[in-house]
């Protein structure tokens, strides 16, 4: 099995609810495809999709892991900050990143200003395998 990446355009998000929005996002993860999606979520439909995770955890679902990216840069420019303020007033959650991940195939995300860096686990060595060595005979 390999390693699915989808990618979700804020334009499939946009028109659906809060609830509509984590649902969408909470399926495409349970297939076990590492979501990125154009955006961010609000920070309540963070938590809420944080909460819903949770309560959905079981045998089969191990959790998320979420990480989001957004473009704010160190601008000490008035001219630039307001461009900045006008451009999220039009474009809405659009500007950056949110990745998403199922549990059991992200291990850990990390980010600093330059890179990021997603670490997945392989399914396979999960799996303990038992040695088949000969059984000792007495002779």
């Keep these: 099995m390999g390693l699915t990446l989808q990618f979700v355009p804020y334009v499939e998000i946009e028109t659906l609810s ?32 944080i909460k819903t995770t949770m309560e959905e955890i079981n045998s089969d679902f ?11 840069g160190q601008n000490n420019d008035l001219f630039k900050k307001v461009k900045q303020q006008f451009i999220n007033m039009l474009l809405g959650d659009r500007q950056g990143l949110t990745i998403l991940g199922p549990a059991s195939v992200v291990k850990e995300i990390k980010k600093d200003p330059n890179k990021i860096q997603l670490f997945t686990t392989d399914p396979k060595s999960k799996r303990k395998s038992r040695s088949k060595e000969p059984c000792p005979t007495n002779a």
């Design 18 to 49: 809060s609830l509509g929005r984590i649902r969408k996002l909470l399926n495409v993860v349970k297939e076990e495809k590492i979501v990125l999606l154009e955006g961010r979520l609000t920070k309540d439909e963070e938590a809420e999709l």
């Design 62 to 72: 191990k959790g998320i892991e979420l990480a989001v990216i957004y473009p704010e």
